[in-house]
């Protein structure tokens, strides 16, 4: 970096003097040897100068103006170390920086690292003093949700025991900042001897080395394959550079002539150009015009060949632009371009997916590695897929489905949940490697066996001291099932001499019997048996219908549910008796009350529209009851015989023409609903609460291998001795059947996938007990949980999800339903019949008590009334006109 600067300064100098045709300016170059301020004060006292430019920190400088005074500084570091804040409480306002402030090279980091998805990165700087950096960076990182899981300060001594320690971790997305040329260039090639640099490895190089990638040669560039990195942006194709560039090569060929192929000025050389020229018009400007200098550099407005030169608050006032770079070959390629405003510009991105452009990662590796690995390596020692344990002795294989060939040596497995896994992880943004492990044990030991993979020393999951050691720490619990593990590693590497292809990995295989109608089945052939390879603690997840539960929390982390879960209980049904008030039961409560009141209504319509009528059916010398007996069987008969009684009144036709075809309507509605009712068998469970079931010491199934035996137990509260345990769904119906069990406890998605398949004679009864649901079990702290839960959520939101459990658990077709209630018919559906029936019958009504009583005069029978003073024989008067008319034929109602 001093060479290219360098002949920078001496560039800009000589340009300066040519234009102003001024030769009174001297530039005086001195290495500083890593102490900036004394240098500075050297050449402040002994040569008098009026301007400091180079490498120097704000420190520094505060250092060189309490000694020599306020002398303009122009720092050519690459980053800016401190904000302007920190500048104006030095009291140091002449002090200008060329460098961005190191949390935009932060930023650019974040964003990086967020758009490919990673969750940890380690960052590796060169001076401890640059330690404060990991802050800013932990800060960044926090809007792409990324943490700093380790960071190390490295020199050219410590720089490969560094180099394996970081090895040693699982995390392998490296980003290195505040690091000199030479010392990144010596860590990329110790790196590359230690194979740290192969696939699956990510390396992020910050601007102060991406910007002299133009001036790497072949050698060093070749350790750089495959990495990523942002070199500030500036116009390098107009005719002004160019010149420029022309130039510089001149001299530094002539300078160094051994360095001659790789004669390229880097950003940072163009930076110094542009400073020193500054520098220079504004002393000559202040010797024109007797104004001080630092005021003149402050207000300075120059358009240089990086862009413009002018300062606020003692940084550049543009907007900074990074290019985002692939090393491949010997070159390197232009991803994108980023700003701290606007993130990576469009016209630079991938329009489909709006993330960048294809990158070739190292190794050769074309897509975006996983930034992690789940084993500690050795040397040379190529990383394993992920081993995934799945449940090999599950009641319901409509879930998870083991099963192995004979004539062809092979294990097969498939079902729901591995196909939910598969989808989830081709959801993942990187390429996940992985083999299945069928394992015949319980559900909690397979997810135990997960938790002892953090105790590991190799990806095989031997048991060490570190886990039994950790598992102290968990409780006497964790300790006793470590231990046991011991014990039970011997026992079942014996055991796995007699079993055959029972724990080999399992590939995917597309021509393998198909199941369930899907020929999305796994595999595994039987090699050579290794007894390295018997051990059970190995493995590295956990897929199936396994449960998420409380107590497994403390040994293994959950993803996000991928079925929702509870609880039940499933019994046989028994027939109901017959209720004799089955009927009532077909309307509700407000449609008899409504009907009620509309039948009173028409029926009273009627017998004063045909009154007349009525008084002739009245002729003869009943009595009084056959009377009221004969009044009220008239409007019957009209409403519902009407073929028996003629009319007289036209009104009458008018209000029952909408009353039959309300009665036809409720008619068929109840014939319809009572239908349903009556030819539906009524079912009700033979065992009704838990309570019954413990009150009666019956018998209880469940899945012998799940957690229901622990929770029917220690929650339920259910005697040990009634549990049976089920091995297999279609052992349920004849348990049921020999009566060996009265009751079966079921998670909710295998009582739904048991009565799609018994669909006869069995329901749910009781209340349901919310769990957690089924997810995928990874060890504490893994970097993949995080990732696979918001894989899940998205095969969700895409409906895939729905149609794996259309093709897997509802294969069986079943008509039936044990759930037979038939809600009753409300009058909503009816509303506009009683609203049309109702308002011409109140119409009929009211025109018929207006003609009644205009007719009768009865208010002057009532006006009569209270001048006699004898009520009783004018209501006899009244009641005697109304029932017998004065003369033969005439009708006191018109």
Known sequence: MGKEQKIAMQMALHDFQRLANSSNLVLHLQHSHAQAASTAIQLIKRHKVQAIIGTISVWEASLVRELTGETPVVSLNPTATSRSSDIGQR????????GRDILVHTECIAAIVGQFGWRRVTAIYEDNSASGIITQLSDSLKVAYAVVAHHTAISKVTMEDELKKLRQEHNRVFVVLQTSLSTGILLFQTARKLNMTDKGYVWIVSDEIASFLDSLNSSDISSLQGFIGFKSFFVDNNRAFREFKLKFRKMYESAYPEEAEYAEPSFFAVRAYDATFLVAKQINNSRERSVKLKELILSGDYEGLSGKIEFKNGELSETPKFSIVNIVGKRYRELALWTPEGGF???????????????????GLVTVPRGWTSAVLEDNQEEKPLRIGVPATGAFNMFVRVYYNPDHNQTYVSGFSIE???????????HLPYVLIPYYGTYDEMVHEVFNKLGSVNSMGSVSLIAISSSISLGFD?????????????????????????????????????FLG???????KCPKFDWADSKPNRLDAAVGDTEIMSNRFQYVEFTQPYVDSGLVMVVPVKPSTTDIWIFVKIFSARMW??????TLLTGLAIVLIEWRKVMEELKGDDSLAKKVGKIWWFPIAVLFFQQREKLDKNLSYLVLGPWYLFLSTVVAALTANLSAIMT??????SVVSIEELKGTNAGVGCNGNSFIVKYLIDVLDINPKNIRRINSIDEYPEAFTTKKIAAGFFVVPHAEVFLAKYCHGYMTAGKSYKLGGFGFAFPKGSYLATDISEAILKVTEE??????????????????????????????????LFLLAGCLASLALLIRLYQFISKLKIWTYLQGMLIRRRPWRDLWLFHSTLWHPRSQGEDPIP
């Open 91 to 98: 009291g140091l306002a002449y002090f200008n920086q060329m």
């Open 345 to 363: 510009l469009n016209n630079y991105m991938n329009y489909e997916d709006e993330r960048l452009c294809s990158v070739f990662w190292p190794g």
């Open 420 to 430: 939910v896994f598969e989808a989830v992880v081709g959801r993942l943004p990187y």
């Open 478 to 514: 964790v300790c006793f099932f470590a231990l046991s593990a011991v014990l039970r590693n011997l026992l079942f590497s014996i055991s796995r001499l007699r079993e055959h292809c029972q724990d080999h990995a399992l590939i995917r295989d597309e021509t393998g019997p198909s």
């Open 518 to 524: 899907r020929s999305s089945t796994f595999k595994v």
């Open 593 to 598: 009350i409504l009907m009620a009141l509309m």
């Open 680 to 685: 539906v068998k009524q079912l009700q469970p």
């Open 799 to 832: 409906g895939e999800m729905a149609q794996l459990k259309k093709d897997f658990l509802s294969m069986f077709n079943c008509t039936s339903s044990s759930s037979t209630d038939v809600p009753p018919i409300d009058p909503e559906p009816f509303s506009a």
